[in-house]
């Protein structure tokens, strides 16, 4: 397919249309396209957009089931390195598509690959590379960091398979240096009996991290200083509160959030977790539910016989995933079938083939356990 730049339509055109003409446009494209196209909605996207989605999931789990797919194009309904996934992942005739490329997450952008490598060699100064480190990667990270990973004996996980890797990981190495979400690493970590003062975090604006020498010696788990902007947002008094509010209700909370609101949770598991815990929960069940708002607003919506809540009382929205607007969606398949890729995720060969070493190895390790 070409894609000589005087021949993108505009996204101007797009952002004057009337909703009802955007939404045809999407269904049009995505007719003429047929089979060569197949577009992913995030458990996080906002309605308008998942409602055109062909496959709907987490970011790993979206990746690998459009990768099975014979569908040239993936349009990936997410964040950026999320469409990095996909194209790691894909069949190598296969082309990603982010709609917005604004589309980040702030998470993955508080771990640079510079940041890490300059971590990795600050360590490897005061001799804590002496010892057997792992680095280990949340999957909402760069390519790049993924690929750090796969050189250096680590591993990318998921919310899901993050407790069987940190068992591998506990017994094969002396310390792991977990990125970028300290939460989770924290949470998953406490999962082990990992003392909290044996967790410390690295704030990468700072010299070894803010650290000394020695607390990173004795550390069992180094935590990167990075977070999630929406799960962070709930907080203990809001668990509180809602057990006020709502008698008999029971608080399921995703392990991005703080390791005290996970605490005082009833139960904490990835999103696939959440759906299922809600979707096999009894007939007239309560829930206070701490993940992303489009998320439990769909739960709700799909069980009515359930009294589902938001945990916290503000807006827990993906202000990043919400930038990808139908119209954006629009555009990018309304140029596809005039056969013009926009917005290409496209990640090296190198860095692709060390983060699939990474990948693969979270694959056996998980199924196999070692």
């Not at 040239?72 to 999320?82: K, L, T």
């Not at 398979?161 to 970028?180: G, I, Q, S, T, W």
Request: charged share 25%; hydrophobic share 40%; with cysteine.
């Amino acid at each position: 397919m070409s894609t000589a730049v005087e021949q993108v339509r505009p996204l101007e055109d797009f952002l004057v249309m009337p909703e009802a003409e955007v939404a045809e446009s999407i269904e049009a494209a995505r007719e003429a396209l047929g089979g060569d196209v197949v577009i992913l909605g995030h458990h996080y996207q906002r309605d308008d957009v998942i409602r055109h989605a062909d496959l709907q999931g987490d970011s790993y789990q979206l990746s690998v089931m459009a990768s099975q797919t014979d569908a040239g194009h993936i349009v990936f309904c997410g964040v950026h390195f999320m469409a990095e996934s996909a194209d790691i992942l894909g069949k190598p005739q296969q082309r990603v598509i982010l709609p917005d490329m604004g589309a980040g997450c702030s998470m993955a952008d508080m771990a640079t690959i510079d940041q890490v490598e300059d971590a990795w060699e600050q360590l490897r100064d005061i001799g804590v590379l002496k010892s057997k480190v792992a680095p280990i990667t949340y999957m909402n990270s760069s390519a790049a960091i993924k690929a750090f990973c796969g050189r250096h004996e680590g591993v990318v996980c998921t919310s899901s398979n993050a407790v069987p890797l940190f068992d591998v990981y506990l017994k094969e190495f002396d310390k792991m240096f977990f990125f970028p979400d300290q939460h989770l690493g924290r949470n998953t970590g406490a999962k082990f009996g990992i003392p909290l003062d044996k967790m410390v975090v690295w704030n990468p604006h700072e010299e070894l991290g803010g650290n000394t020498p020695e607390a990173l010696l004795e550390a069992k788990l180094i935590l990167w200083r990075g977070h999630c902007s929406v799960h962070g947002r709930f907080k203990e008094w809001h668990v509180d509160r809602i057990r006020e509010q709502v008698p008999g209700v029971q608080v399921l909370v995703h392990p991005e959030c703080t390791y005290e609101v996970v605490q005082k949770s009833d139960l904490n598991g990835s999103t696939s977790f959440i759906i299922k815990t809600v979707e096999n929960a009894p007939a007239g069940s309560k829930w206070a539910i701490g993940t992303e708002v489009n998320l439990v607003n769909r739960l709700a919506q799909r069980f009515p016989d359930k009294e589902i809540h938001l945990l916290a009382p503000d807006l827990c929205m993906c202000a990043t995933m919400y930038r990808i607007a139908p119209q954006n969606l629009a555009w990018a398949m309304e140029n596809l079938a005039e056969g013009v890729v926009v917005n290409e995720i496209i990640v090296d060969d190198e860095t692709k083939h060390y983060a699939n070493v990474a990948l693969e190895r979270m694959i056996r390790m998980t199924e196999t356990g070692k």
